[in-house]
C-alpha cells in the first residue's frame, strides 16, 4: 500500500527591475530563497521603536540632548511621550 501527500504552495511571479534583483542578490543569504528573503525583510519593517524604549539607561542629560535634536530635526513635529520612570 503506497500513500502520496502533495502539499501545493501557491506562487506569484512578480516583476522587478534589474537593479533591484541586483541589490535584493547581494543581501540573500547563500542558503536562502527569495521568499525567504522577502519574509526577512518583512520582519525587520514590522520591528517597532517603541519595542525598544527601556533598551538604554539614559542620564537625564543624555535624554534631553536626544529630545533636543529630535526636535530640531524637520519634516515631522515630534513629541516627547509621557514616560513612566
Known amino acids: ?3 502520496y501527500i502533495c502539499i501545493h504552495m501557491t506562487s506569484k ?7 533591484v534583483y541586483n541589490k535584493l542578490l ?3 543569504r547563500k ?6 528573503l522577502f519574509l526577512r ?6 520591528v517597532r521603536l517603541d519595542k525598544c ?3 538604554w539607561n539614559l542620564s537625564e542629560e543624555e535624554e534631553k540632548e536626544i529630545w ?15 514616560m513612566v520612570k
Do not use: H
Not at 511571479?13 to 537593479?19: A, L
Not at 542558503?31 to 525567504?36: A, N
Not at 533636543?68 to 509621557?82: E, M, V
Open 1 to 3: 500500500m503506497c500513500m
Open 13 to 19: 511571479n512578480i516583476s522587478i527591475t534589474e537593479d
Open 26 to 28: 547581494k543581501i540573500k
Open 31 to 36: 542558503d536562502e530563497s527569495f521568499s525567504e
Open 41 to 46: 525583510l518583512l520582519e525587520i519593517q514590522n
Open 53 to 55: 524604549f527601556g533598551a
Open 68 to 82: 533636543k535634536d529630535i526636535t530640531q530635526r524637520s519634516g515631522r513635529n515630534w513629541k516627547k511621550p509621557n
